[in-house]
């Protein structure tokens, strides 16, 4: 796939400039909310969704006293506002299959938004189920390929448990089901590599090209919709050449 920009090395592009413009911090305050909501415990010892969103917020330098608040919020207690987690499903040009992660205090107001984001941008909504067959959902991690040769890389990863790793270009990309990612990002850390992502995600099945007018149209749907206050992730299955891109 070298040459190529799949939709989840344009997410971590994207990622940089978010966090750059502080937006990040919005999204990953939901995160930590909810995962203590959804996991019953405020301890990060006993809660791995938790663990994995308080380090992750940790990484982008987030202050404890904010990393604690949402916690609390989280478990019932202080100020705020309680998340329901949502999934929409939807179609870009050419055929594109968007899967919509979004956490919102207002069902109502939320979808209305993501129905008219994909409408202005070249894209419909779906009903439920439309798209998501096409996704298996599985632990990613991405490796620059100057940390470690591909045969220690592989020999650590399988060995902690990883089902694939895939070479792509000037990264690796590791493969875990759910539940081995923890174990799998924790030994690819403990060999002294710092991943530039570590995720549970939504894995296209197969992948669609992009050019022109659609790769424009696609490019500008997943900011759209990855820029709405209530969105806290994208997936999509295209394929873009980087020259396109630029």
Known sequence: MSGHSKWHTIKHKKGAL?????????????????????????????????????????????????????IKRGMGEGEGANYDEVLYEGYG????????????DNRNRTVAEIRHIFSKNGGN?????????????????????????????????VGAGADDMQDEGDVFEIFTTPDAFEAVNEAV?????????AEISMIPQNYIKLEGGDAKTMLKLYDALDDNDD????????????????
């Open 93 to 104: 040009p050419n055929g594109v299959a968007v899967m919509v992660e979004a956490m919102t």
């Open 189 to 197: 850390k403990a060999a002294g590599i710092e991943p530039q992502a």
């Open 18 to 70: 978010d966090a750059k413009r502080g937006k990040i911090f919005t999204k990953m305050i939901k995160e930590i909310t909810v995962a203590t909501k959804t996991g019953g415990s405020g301890d990060i010892d006993a809660n791995a969704r938790l663990r994995k969103a308080v380090s992750d917020a940790k990484a982008q330098n987030m202050p404890n006293d904010t990393i604690d608040r949402a």
């Open 125 to 157: 909504m779906g009903e439920s189920g439309s798209v998501g067959w096409m996704f298996d959902k599985k632990g990613y991690i991405v490796v620059d390929k100057a940390a470690k040769s591909e045969d220690e890389l592989f020999e650590i990863a």
């Open 231 to 246: 969105v806290q992730k994208v997936y999509a299955n295209f394929d873009i050449d980087e020259s396109e891109m630029e």
